[in-house]
């Protein structure tokens, strides 16, 4: 017998007429997937699928990929490089030529006249590891400014410091295979359903297989905290708190792993010593969690034979951020949980390759985790680049959020930014507007030419995206996967590696330092150099990428050669005891004291600001607010607001209410969830001119990210006609 629907019409996929499927690497989260995207017969990206024999995302993807392909062709492209003598100027398109040596006058003016530091440089975690490598080589070798970092400072700075201060280096330890093994998860500040779909789908894959609990640490009852067993709503900027007291139960109740602390760790007593000060009926007046709840995640946690901690912006972003990182740390080093399957602190990152500028851009050191401060890797990078010495400065220069501080000093008077767009991103932009209003000389290099940033420049480069390049990026689990070129670059746009090595010829006039015009190339060059370090590529080369699907480090010459390590690489880090990065080989137990320095709600500004992101888009929405399939979701800004909240001030689902902070403020639609608590609303940062008005971002003093995760507003309902006259003033025209 039939059934259903015989008599109706078949459901019809609309055929594209791919021709060819060419194999890249997601360019939008550090998940890392392996995509394939279909080109027609004319040559034209027209479809996108995952890569079914790709390990990390086993044929799936996530809204942004699989309408990825739609953004070669999107609005607002630049074409055609541009300058003018002044910011306030209409453009005038140039050719390359001049656009490059204008550059390189610009930059070279302000050397001479304020010295090599006046001149800053700002990269970004969404480039290919090869260009990287060569922007670190030009600004170190050539340029000569210490003045020179990542976005990545609003971004993974805090994992980086902490991993760095408990086990002497960078370096995320597991991997996602470990969701597989672990018997306790806790995931601190990390939404992974909306902002890492694919590792999400990845850990409840292994917990349906394999059940193991969740604890998730949110103040907000996201995605992830719906799918918990247990979720601990905590005091924004409080996870110190909670760390130490999980700790507290832990020794009171012997639960640690003394063996484990003995062969592979320093500074127990003094971590003891400080713990001891918060008993958990203290700290949850502090953290907002009660007592009990904090003793039975302890025992769940140290208990289970092998543990699991992940972590993204909620540590991250915060004054206490690099503690935050230190604290998961210290937790997972008491109880043995570092380099063994299902035991590790894994940071989930944030961009494509975030981890790429870590490992090889030279932004906060040298090429493969050396540092500036260590004579012996300056001398190898000052001989293997053929450079002097002493160009290379004996430590790091400012962080990003510093350079725009010594902007407005004057200490800092020109500025070339590469992929990313500050005056979307950074905390009170309201200031960063009136500095780069300051710069005598600035340089955006950009793939889209309506970037907010661009406003301020005298020079505009566009630059080529994601999969119109060549190279290599490396995602959270240190895998490093590969992006083949499967479009041209728009109009007269060119792929950054281009633009480096172009920028390169005007700096290096006697030829002294080579810079391979090709990826491959610059790869081989990177897999030399990074022979016998922790981030040893040396087994790899792109074609050997292209067939693993992506292969993660350690992957040596030497264990290739002595088929030591699987086609797709070494797993784990600290696998051997005492095998961590500070000269004994033994990590550290920081002890953390907890100082509340975090602007908090009060009278005047009653209610926590919370800022973070949406599954369907991507940061300032410079790509996704063009790709029709991702903005309709949310194509104006709004808040999660708590019903009762709501209520109290006469706000209806949909009407809109202006925000105001100590700042500025921002007008934006009321969307009524049980979502937050009632003293909190949280707005997604990614509408232009929107969050960062209202954000203070006080530093962490180790990272010097910002804490965009905490601060104070107050709330005042509009009427729809206000509202309409001010978005229409400031909303983007697409
Ligand atoms: N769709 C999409 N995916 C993305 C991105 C994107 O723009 N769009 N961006 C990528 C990048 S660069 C990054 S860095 C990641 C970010 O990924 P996530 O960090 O997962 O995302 P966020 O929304 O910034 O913040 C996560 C959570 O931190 C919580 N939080 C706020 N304050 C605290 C606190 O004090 N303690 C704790 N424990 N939690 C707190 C917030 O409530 C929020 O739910 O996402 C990446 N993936
Ligand atoms: N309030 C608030 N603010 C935040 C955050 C938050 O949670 N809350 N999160 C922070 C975090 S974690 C991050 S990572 C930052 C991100 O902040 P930004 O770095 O400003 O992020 P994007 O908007 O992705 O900017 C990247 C720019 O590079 C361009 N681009 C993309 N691909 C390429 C390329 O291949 N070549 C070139 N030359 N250009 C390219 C894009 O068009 C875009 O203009 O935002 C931070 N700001
Ligand atoms: S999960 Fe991240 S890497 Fe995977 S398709 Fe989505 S945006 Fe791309
Ligand atoms: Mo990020």
């Not at 005038?92 to 050397?111: F, K, N, P, V």
């Not at 001149?119 to 480039?127: K, L, N, Y």
């Not at 201060?165 to 018997?183: A, I, L, N, Q």
């Not at 918060?278 to 502090?286: G, M, R, S």
């Amino acid at each position: 017998m039939l059934f259903g629907r015989k008599k109706k019409n078949p459901i019809k996929i609309a055929d594209k007429g791919v021709v060819e499927w060419k194999y890249a690497t997601c360019g939008y989260c550090s998940t890392g997937c392996s995509i394939e995207v279909g080109l027609n017969a004319e040559g034209e990206p027209v479809s996108s699928r995952g890569v079914a024999d790709a390990d990390v995302n086993r044929g799936k993807l996530c809204l942004k990929g699989i309408f990825e392909h739609e953004i070669f062709a999107s609005a607002g492209r630049g074409l055609k490089p541009k300058r003018r003598d002044h910011w306030y100027e209409a453009w005038q398109d140039t050719d390359w030529d001049s656009a490059l040596d204008e550059s390189y006058a610009g930059i070279r003016r302000i050397q001479e006249k304020y010295g090599l530091d006046a001149f800053a440089i700002i990269s970004t975690g969404q480039m290919l590891t090869e260009e990287f490598y060569t922007l670190g080589k030009l600004t170190r070798g050539l340029i000569g400014t210490n003045n020179y970092d990542g976005n990545t400072t609003l971004c993974m700075a805090s994992a980086v410091s902490g991993y760095k201060r408990s086990f002497g280096s960078d370096g995320p330890p597991g991997c996602y295979e470990d969701f597989e093994h672990t018997d306790c998860l806790i995931a601190w500040g990390s939404n992974l359903p909306e902002q890492h779909p694919i590792i999400y789908w990845r850990m409840k894959n292994a917990q349906e297989n394999r059940p193991f609990p969740l604890v998730v640490v949110d103040p907000r009852v996201t995605m992830l905290a719906q799918n918990a067993d247990i979720h601990l709503p905590i005091t924004p900027g409080t996870d110190v708190v909670l760390q130490n007291a999980l700790m507290h139960v832990i020794f009171a109740e012997n639960l640690q792993d003394d063996d484990y602390i003995e062969k592979n760790t320093n500074g127990i007593e003094a971590l003891r010593e400080e713990v001891a000060n918060y008993d958990p009926t203290c700290a949850a007046k502090i953290c907002g969690i009660d007592e009990d709840t904090i003793r039975v995640v302890a025992r769940l946690f140290a208990n289970a034979p092998a543990a699991m901690q992940i972590w993204t912006m909620g540590i991250n972003q915060s004054t206490h951020g690099s503690d935050g990182v230190v604290g998961i740390n210290n937790l997972a080093l008491i109880t043995g949980n570092i380099g063994k399957p299902g035991g590790t602190s894994l940071s989930i990152t944030g961009q494509c390759n975030a981890m790429g500028t870590r490992e090889w851009s030279s932004c906060s050191g040298l090429p493969g985790y050396r540092y500036l401060e260590n004579e012996q890797d300056r001398r190898d990078m000052a001989d293997f680049w053929n450079i002097d010495i002493d160009i290379l400065p004996t430590k790091r220069g400012m962080f990003q959020t510093d350079i725009y501080r010594a902007i407005e000093t004057g200490e800092i008077k020109g500025l070339w930014l590469i992929a990313t767009n500050p005056l979307s991103s950074l905390p009170n932009v309201g200031r960063v507007r009136k500095a780069m209003e300051k710069l005598e000389f600035c340089i955006v290099q950009d793939c889209y030419e309506d970037s907010e940033s661009n406003q301020y420049a005298n020079v505009f480069l566009p630059a080529g995206t994601w999969a119109e390049k060549n190279g290599v990026m490396t995602n959270t689990e240190r895998r490093v996967n590969l992006i083949t070129p499967l479009t041209a670059p728009p109009g007269e746009a060119k792929a950054d590696l281009w633009i480096f090595n172009q920028m390169a010829k005007r700096f290096n006039a006697q030829n002294k330092v080579t810079f391979p015009d090709n990826a491959a190339d610059v790869f081989l060059e990177m897999a030399a150099l990074s022979r016998g370090r922790l981030g040893d590529i040396s087994g790899m080369n792109h074609a050997l990428i292209e067939k693993s699907r992506g292969i993660q480090w350690p992957y040596t010459e030497k264990q290739v050669k002595n088929n030591e390590v699987p086609p797709t690489g070494g797993k784990r880090l600290y696998t051997q005891p005492a095998s961590f990065r500070y000269a004994d080989g033994r990590a550290k137990l920081i002890p953390l004291p907890f100082i509340d320095n975090n602007e908090v709600p009060d009278e005047a500004y009653p209610v926590w600001l919370n800022t973070g992101r949406l599954i369907e888009h991507w940061h300032g929405r410079t790509k996704t607010g063009k790709v029709t399939n991702n903005n309709k979701f949310s194509p104006i800004p709004f808040i999660e607001i708590n019903p009762d909240l709501a209520q109290e001030l006469g706000v209806q689902r949909g009407e809109y209410v202006r925000l105001v902070s100590r700042r500025s403020d921002a007008v934006v639609m009321a969307t009524p969830t049980q979502r937050v608590p009632k003293n909190m609303v949280f707005l997604p940062f990614h509408f232009h001119d929107c969050a960062n008005r209202l954000t203070l971002g006080l530093l962490d003093p180790h990272s010097r990210q910002p804490a965009y995760k905490q601060s104070a507003v107050r709330i005042e309902k509009i009427s729809d006609q206000q509202a309409a006259a001010r978005l229409s003033m400031e909303m983007r025209t697409f």
